[in-house]
């Protein structure tokens, strides 16, 4: 019965037409925190909603990154000392390996999308990351003691970075690691630990652990502007903005294939990812969620089950038409 049904979905699809709901990706402020805790942040208020958690496989997480080219969220776990990639919504952390030096605790993470580099920041040090192992090389000394937080202008190419040893703002350096000061967080703000680029609204944020409070920076004078509390006293580690539309566009869900099947995005659901999931019908490997073509549950509710199945092609059929 069930191959049945497999066989009639792109028929459906075809008799739909281009009647589906475009439920595409909008842009987001994602926090996560030292519990594997991942939140929504409204950064008119500054509140923060829990929506998910990541799986427990990344142990205690910290900092978050992301490179809009590939639409591929990275994620830092300073217990395990190793980079992951993070499905944001089914919370599937996948390790890509270990930075190779126990001693770093990497808090901060942040992509350079003008050289398509990961740096990671520690305790007075500044490093570049492999994304293919997961290694990192250190780049140099900050010259400033107390774990360090990094977040990038994406429109004037600076790399920006805060440490909790001095609680104060400066530009970093991405030859040397060094952090050059720009002047104290001041607004009572103590503890930094996640900050992200808004590159909608061309504003850094920064969320600290001694007030609970999401601030914006003004980028010149490292002064940290409260626009509000966060709620609660979370240990939010994390910070990184997931623009709707960046080269092109981050892909819909079911976006795995050009018309003809062939695996790889092509900006629009159509009958050709209906072809690829033919071909990719079973259990993820190690029945992780969010492998290729695993877009939904066993009834066509997005997010990842570890299997692709009859649930998927469900989705596909609300999904059909262009990417933003």
């Given at each position: 019965?069930?191959?049945?049904?497999?066989?009639?979905?792109?028929?459906?699809?075809?008799?739909?037409?281009?009647?589906?709901?475009?439920?595409c990706a909008q842009s987001r402020m994602i926090a996560i925190d030292s519990a594997r805790r991942l939140y929504d942040v409204d950064t008119s208020t500054g509140i923060v909603t829990q929506f998910g958690t990541a799986t427990s496989n990344a142990g205690t997480t910290a900092g978050l990154a992301y490179d809009c080219a590939s639409w591929t969220v990275y994620l830092s776990s300073t217990s395990l000392d190793s980079l992951f990639t993070l499905d944001v919504e089914s919370g599937?952390?996948?390790?890509?390996?270990?930075?190779?030096?126990?001693?770093?605790?990497?808090?901060?993470l942040e992509w350079d999308s003008s050289t398509g580099t990961l740096?990671?920041?520690?305790?007075?040090?500044?490093?570049?990351i492999d994304t293919e192992s997961g290694f990192a090389t250190l780049i140099g000394a900050t010259g400033v003691s107390g774990f360090s937080n990094l977040?990038?202008?994406?429109?004037?190419?600076?790399?920006?970075g805060t440490n909790s040893g001095a609680d104060s703002f400066y530009s970093v350096d991405r030859s040397t690691g060094a952090f050059n000061f720009?002047?104290?967080?001041?607004?009572?703000?103590?503890?930094?630990?996640?900050?992200?680029?808004?590159?909608?609204?061309?504003?850094m944020y920064m969320i600290d652990n001694s007030q609970d409070n999401l601030y914006r920076m003004d980028l010149e004078s490292g002064e940290a502007i409260v626009v509000g509390?966060?709620?609660?006293?979370?240990?939010?580690?994390?910070?990184?903005?997931?623009?709707?539309?960046?080269?092109g566009g981050p892909p819909c869900p079911g976006d795995i294939a050009d018309?003809?099947?062939?695996?790889?995005?092509?900006?629009?659901?159509?009958?050709?990812?209906?072809?690829?999931?033919?071909?990719?019908?079973?259990?993820?490997?190690?029945?992780?969620?969010?492998?290729?073509?695993?877009i939904a549950d066993d009834f066509g509710n997005l997010g990842g089950d570890g299997m692709v199945s009859f649930g998927d092609f469900l989705a596909l059929l609300g999904l059909i038409g262009p990417c933003p």
């Open positions: 019965m069930v191959r049945r049904m497999l066989a009639l979905a792109p028929v459906a699809v075809v008799a739909m037409g281009w009647a589906a709901t475009d439920v599937a952390a996948t390790l890509i390996g270990e930075y190779g030096d126990s001693s770093v605790v990497m808090h901060g740096y990671g920041g520690t305790s007075e040090r500044l490093f570049s977040g990038y202008d994406s429109d004037n190419d600076v790399l920006y720009i002047g104290p967080l001041l607004g009572g703000s103590t503890n930094p630990n996640a900050m992200a680029y808004d590159s909608d609204a061309g504003i509390s966060i709620g609660a006293s979370l240990n939010i580690l994390g910070l990184v903005f997931i623009p709707e539309n960046c080269d018309d003809f099947g062939n695996l790889g995005p092509d900006g629009m659901v159509s009958f050709g990812d209906f072809l690829a999931l033919l071909g990719l019908i079973g259990p993820c490997p190690g029945m992780v969620p969010g492998c290729e073509g695993d």
